[in-house]
């Protein structure tokens, strides 16, 4: 098994550009969720799925996008970057929800909007 | 609000030494608590899960306390080695059952090992 797998790795972007952060799942788990990890901070939840084709918003939703059309996949779309969205973004998922499993990480992807 | 603050923020010991890792939390109700392991660059991975019921876990090296009723878990790390060096982040879950939005994570300690 792969785990969970994210790319790009690093990414640099004008501000007002757009991109999509992929994510990808082989353990079949339902739940999957999207973190931004800032400098000294803890990470925080941009938005979250229960399954395909259920999405919805956590703490920190703005200025992002997701979609999850497959079990396994689960993109992140940033429209009109901003130099606020500098962060390095975690991927994850847990079979069911977070509160009671255990969630596993990717290896994260290190965004520049300059 | 909830919150989860760890203390030190950064920690730099002597290989093959031991150390002990804070939490405290204030999260309520409460279900778990995880700890996990990030090295640089990399995603977090998971150390212990412990349930309100439990009051330490062992993986390893790494022996995570959990006192429930004064809201305070530690991490300690036995006989320290260099691949230890890695941000420590506490995790605690308010309730189980329901919620896919609800953990609260600490800020993390920085942990180097040097030779």
């Known amino acids: 098994n792969a785990g969970v797998t994210q790319t790009p790795k690093f990414r640099i972007l004008k501000i007002g550009q757009s991109m999509t952060l992929q994510c990808a799942q082989d353990m079949n788990h339902n739940y999957m969720y999207w973190y931004r990890q800032d400098p000294g901070m803890g990470l925080k939840l941009i938005y979250y799925?229960?399954?395909?084709?259920?999405?919805d918003k956590g703490e920190v939703p703005n200025g992002y996008n997701v979609s999850r059309s497959t079990t396994e996949d689960f993109p992140l779309r940033l429209e009109l970057a901003a130099p606020s969205q500098t962060s390095v973004y975690f991927c994850?998922?847990?079979?069911?929800?977070?509160?009671?499993?255990?969630?596993?990480f990717g290896p994260g992807t290190r965004l520049t909007v300059t | 609000k909830n919150q989860v603050e760890q203390s030190p923020q950064s920690l730099i010991i002597l290989e093959g030494k031991n150390c002990t890792l804070q939490c405290n939390y204030t999260v309520s109700p409460f279900s778990n608590l995880r700890w996990y392991k990030q090295d640089t660059g990399r995603g977090p991975v998971s150390l212990t899960i412990m349930t309100f019921s439990e009051n330490t876990k062992s993986n390893g090296r790494y022996t995570a306390t959990l006192d429930a009723d004064t809201k305070q878990s530690s991490l300690h790390i036995t006989a320290s080695q260099l691949s230890d060096s890695a941000s420590y982040i506490c995790?605690?879950?308010?309730?189980?059952?329901?919620?896919?939005?609800?953990?609260?994570f600490g800020k993390g300690t920085h942990l180097i090992i040097q030779p």
């Open positions: 994850a998922s847990s079979y069911e929800q977070a509160t009671s499993y255990e969630q596993y």
């Open positions: 799925s229960v399954g395909a084709g259920i999405t």
């Open positions: 995790v605690v879950s308010p309730y189980s059952g329901g919620g896919a939005d609800g953990l609260t």
